[in-house]
């Protein structure tokens, strides 16, 4: 913490100093008045990609699953093609005939995967495997 506030405080106390030389410069005319602007400009401009870079999270690829919280969970492969197949809108039915199981297997599967995503029905598994990044 102690570092973080002091590279901060010089980050500031030098955009200060750099500020405080360009108005120096603006003054004894050693700088036109469109430079001076200029470098005020590319100031905040890099300011402002700089805290944008920082204060923004990181963006997610689409089409990647988040293996850590597919380890953390303790969900299977096939928890998953029966997750996914939940996502598109499937009935029990059509995914036990897709994955060649019986409509009780993917039974047993959902009740697997919503005590694991800790919810209670269909809409609730796919939006807690949307927010978690489970889903592709």
Known sequence: MKRTCLL???AVA???SVLQWIQYSYRVKLLTTEAYVAAVALAFTALGLWAGRRLTPPT???GTRNTQAIT???ISP???EVLDLLAEGHT???IASQLHVSPNTVKTHL???YAKLEVSRRTQAVQRARDLRLLV
Request: charged share 20%.
């Open 8 to 10: 901060y405080g010089f």
């Open 14 to 16: 030098l955009g200060a």
């Open 60 to 62: 997610v690829t689409a």
């Open 72 to 74: 953390a969970l303790g």
């Open 78 to 80: 096939r928890e998953l």
């Open 92 to 94: 029990n039915k059509t």
């Open 111 to 113: 009740r697997h995967l």
